[in-house]
């Protein structure tokens, strides 16, 4: 039912930074919790960034922390992920997913997906 639509993504040197959108489709996005993926090629799909419905809280993988950070408009029914001081081993296709509680950190506890959006950082 819901849709999820990203956006920003693109190339950029290290040290530069990126602000991917992921844009929702109807109003059920405001009792939702929103997170960030990425995958590389050949790798499993990783977890980046989740946030509550609310927006006050938020969790991180360890090799982001510092470095990026979620938000998100339930007005506009968007989410936002803020990438800063991007590094080479950033690079992947991203991508947003959303679902009710119980919150997850796992690709398998989200049940709408966008279609993913390619950040490639260049050294």
């Known amino acids: 039912q819901v849709q999820l639509v990203e956006s920003g993504g693109g190339l950029v040197q290290a040290g530069g930074s990126l602000r991917l959108s992921c844009a929702a489709s109807?109003?059920?996005?405001?009792?939702?919790?929103m997170a960030w993926f990425r995958q590389a090629p050949g790798k499993e799909r990783e977890f980046v960034a989740r946030?509550?419905?609310?927006?006050?809280?938020?969790n991180y993988a360890d090799s982001v922390k510092g470095r990026f950070t979620i938000s998100r408009d339930n007005t506009k029914m968007t989410v936002y992920l803020q990438m800063n001081s991007l590094k080479p081993e950033d690079t992947a296709v991203y991508y947003c997913?959303?679902?009710?509680?119980?919150?997850?950190?796992?690709?398998?506890?989200?049940?709408?997906w966008g279609q993913g959006t390619q950040v490639t950082v260049s050294s």
């Open positions: 997913a959303a679902d009710l509680p119980p919150y997850s950190d796992s690709p398998g506890g989200y049940e709408y």
């Open positions: 109807e109003g059920t996005f405001s009792r939702s919790f």
């Open positions: 946030i509550t419905w609310t927006g006050r809280f938020t």
